[in-house]
């Protein structure tokens, strides 16, 4: 069952997702007040979104496998730290090209965190939740972006928007203590050492205090050895199409997410819309997503994940059309139509992590989570990063919504072709086990 151990877990967790979502955002949120400050042209704004985003490739593809190796707390210590001071750093930016590099070098720490955690809370959550205590986790990624445009749009016309930056900064440094004490390590990687045997059995008997008192001397996991190469791991025992498909799938849903949150606030400043209310079309798109990610996780641990995902995207590719074809319409009518989009589109892109989280076995879960979302990140850059490109070269804003309809369409039949290839996940990579035929403990 799940108990306060594991809510804890899932809490502090849950914190650095939404730390992660506003910091990631942030720079979509001063995007407006930068282009008056600096007098900069919408089209370099293209660049500006996409450095950080390829920093946060890195670090996914990066600290994933490493995480797996040196084990999933310290490397989230480190990321969050990292992204915490260079958000503070880029306060102090004076040009596009250095806050160019402060992004980048941040993109590195958010990349690091997200696989982790979302890995060490898939871990100790039960099977039969695991799907929604996963998305519940991440939807603190849409919370804190929700919550950072709030603020954001009141501190940047009385602060500036180096304001946004030091909140972005001095939140995740606050946090270091409370993940230092209170986030366990993974149960997984402390099985790689024998002298860490007495640890196990406490955090085992706080998950189930009920348990009779352990006495393990030792633990036998045969895949272990399997880490040794994780990235090929990926595309064996009949994961290659799964897994294909998996980074086909996260890199159309990035690219599309990605484009709206980056360009939906300069998009409807120049529509004539005040900054403040601009702002407030990303807060939108990400509530539709916190609500969508909750409602579809639930519904995907019920029926399955497959047929709701899929359902998600291809009304999302609908909405997003709306939004192209309406786009001189009402501010009202427009910020109903971002939320939808939000609902659909960011609530299927949320569920998607848990299908790597579900069908990759726990010893390669980092890895598969972290190069699936690498691969993704490949299109949250060219999103943003195209998006400015046809700006450049004339595009009016409602074809490119009409255009951004195209990914979301291609998700839905990604998702289809995968309920044909799920792979089988052995029941023994699961480090909680059925009791023994004996009443003693193993």
């Known amino acids: 069952r799940l108990g306060p151990f594991q809510f804890r877990i899932i809490a502090i967790c849950f914190a650095i997702a939404a730390l992660d979502g506003f910091d990631t955002q942030s720079i979509a949120f001063v995007a407006p007040a930068l282009r008056h400050s600096w007098d900069v042209s919408p089209a370099l704004f293209g660049p500006l979104f996409g450095v950080g985003l390829f920093g946060t490739l890195l670090g996914y593809i ?137 640890k196990i059995s406490k955090i085992i008997s706080r998950i189930a205090p009920n348990l009779p008192p352990l006495n393990i001397s030792r633990i036998d996991l045969p895949e272990i050895s399997a880490t040794r190469q994780p990235v090929r791991n990926l595309f064996m025992s009949g994961r290659t199409t799964w897994t294909i498909l998996l980074w086909l799938l996260t890199f159309t849903a990035l690219l599309l997410g990605y484009f709206l949150v980056n360009w939906i606030p300069l998009i409807l400043v120049d529509a004539g819309i005040p900054q403040q209310k601009a702002i407030m079309g990303v807060v939108v798109l990400n509530l539709g997503g916190i609500i969508g990610s909750i409602v579809l996780g639930r519904m995907s641990d019920r029926r399955g994940p497959f047929k709701v995902v899929a359902a998600a995207f291809g009304l999302g590719s609908i909405f997003v059309a709306g939004v192209g074809l309406l786009i001189q319409s009402a501010v009202s009518l427009l910020l109903v139509l971002i939320f939808v989009v939000g609902l659909c589109v960011l609530g299927a892109q ?93």
């Not at 496998?65 to 992204?83: C, H, M, W």
């Not at 402060?102 to 955690?117: D, K, S």
């Not at 440094?173 to 045997?197: C, D, F, H, K, N």
Request: one cysteine or more.
């Open 62 to 198: 990066a600290l994933g496998p490493v995480a797996d190796r040196v084990g999933r707390k310290l490397i989230i210590l480190f990321s969050t730290g990292l992204f915490g001071l260079m958000s503070l750093l880029s306060a102090t930016a004076s040009s596009i090209e250095i806050l160019d590099s402060y992004r980048f070098i941040a993109g590195l720490g958010l990349g690091g965190a997200i696989p982790n955690i979302l890995a060490l809370v898939s871990e100790y959550a039960p099977r039969r939740v695991r799907s929604t205590v996963i998305v519940v986790t991440f939807a603190g990624f849409p919370v804190g972006a929700v919550l950072g445009g709030i603020a954001s749009a009141r501190i940047i016309p009385e602060y500036g928007w180096e304001s946004v930056f030091i909140l972005g900064g001095v939140l995740p440094l606050l946090l270091l203590p409370v993940i230092l004490i209170g986030l366990p390590e993974s149960l997984r990687y402390l099985t790689t050492g024998q002298a860490r045997v007495e």
């Open 350 to 442: 949320l569920n998607i992590t848990a299908l790597a989280a579900n069908y990759y076995p726990i010893y390669m879960r980092s890895t598969g989570i972290g190069w699936s979302m690498g691969m993704g990140r490949v299109g949250s850059i060219v999103g943003p990063t195209v998006g400015g490109a046809l700006i450049a070269y004339g595009l009016t804003r409602g074809h490119l919504f009409l255009i951004a309809a195209i990914p979301a369409a291609v998700a839905c039949f990604t998702v289809f072709a995968m309920s044909f290839n799920v792979p089988v996940v052995e029941e023994e990579s699961d480090l909680a086990t059925k009791p023994s035929s004996d009443s003693k403990p193993t």
